[in-house]
């Protein structure tokens, strides 16, 4: 399995500001993504951060309010652009490693718990 | 809407016990099931999983199953023990790497 970490591990923000949240997985990964869970609900996907190019964003969720990179197998940064308390939750990311025989099993950092005021 | 349910936010169950956690489903192009455990500060742990073409899948003291005429998967962990405290998340997907997840159960399990 793959060890993830992400930085911070909680914020809080004052609202139209910007947050930047790290992600780096101990062993090369096939694919990285980011979910974002808000309170009492479940997990929702945000986009597939793709190396070397742009990210797939799900339905609901555009580019300018949540760029991603991943410049490399191993990183991947989310952004969460001019900030509303609407954007307090938890942003997970999540990895499916290379070379595993259970190709479906996505394994997931801490978590950031961001509250925005 | 929610293609993935879980409709029980929470459960208590004595120690030594079976607890038994349920998920409904509405997608029938769903073909692929898992269950995490997440305990509080953590980002979820897979648990166990189940493809379309089985109806049971066992690992140890945790056993899925699934009722795909009844669009229904439920974890059974026996027996409990205190460590199984957490929040249990049933997740499917469409032959992708894109997760429907659910809302979560949060199991108690009492010494």
């Known amino acids: 399995s793959a060890v993830i970490s992400q930085k911070p591990s909680r914020d809080i923000c004052q609202r139209g500001t910007s947050l930047t949240i790290q992600c780096q997985v101990d062993?090369?990964?096939?694919?990285m993504f980011w979910y974002r869970q808000q309170p009492g609900q479940s997990l929702t996907l945000i986009a597939t951060?793709?190396?070397?190019?742009?990210?797939?964003?799900e339905s609901g969720f555009v580019i300018d309010k949540f760029p991603i990179s991943r410049p490399n197998l191993t990183f991947s940064t989310l952004t969460v652009s001019n900030m509303s308390p609407e954007d307090s939750s938890i942003y997970l990311c999540?990895?499916?490693?290379?070379?595993?025989?259970?190709?479906?099993?996505?394994?997931f950092g801490p978590g950031t718990r961001l509250t925005v005021l | 809407d929610q293609q993935v349910k879980q409709n029980s936010p929470s459960l208590s169950v004595q120690e030594g016990r079976i607890s038994i956690l349920n998920c409904d489903y509405t997608n029938s192009m769903f073909d692929y099931f898992l269950w995490y455990k997440k305990y509080p500060a953590e980002g979820p742990t897979f648990l166990i999983s189940?493809?379309?073409?089985?109806d049971k899948n066992e690992d140890g003291r945790f056993t899925v199953f699934l009722n795909k005429s009844a669009k229904h998967l439920s974890l059974h962990i026996v027996p409990s023990q205190p460590g199984d405290s957490a929040v249990y998340f049933c997740?499917?997907?469409?032959?992708?790497?894109?997760?429907?997840f659910g809302t979560g159960t949060r199991l108690k399990v009492l010494a």
């Open positions: 997740a499917a997907s469409s032959g992708t790497y894109k997760y429907i």
């Open positions: 999540s990895a499916t490693p290379s070379g595993t025989s259970g190709l479906h099993e996505q394994f």
């Open positions: 189940i493809s379309s073409i089985k």
């Open positions: 951060a793709n190396q070397g190019s742009e990210a797939t964003y």
């Open positions: 062993s090369q990964v096939t694919m």
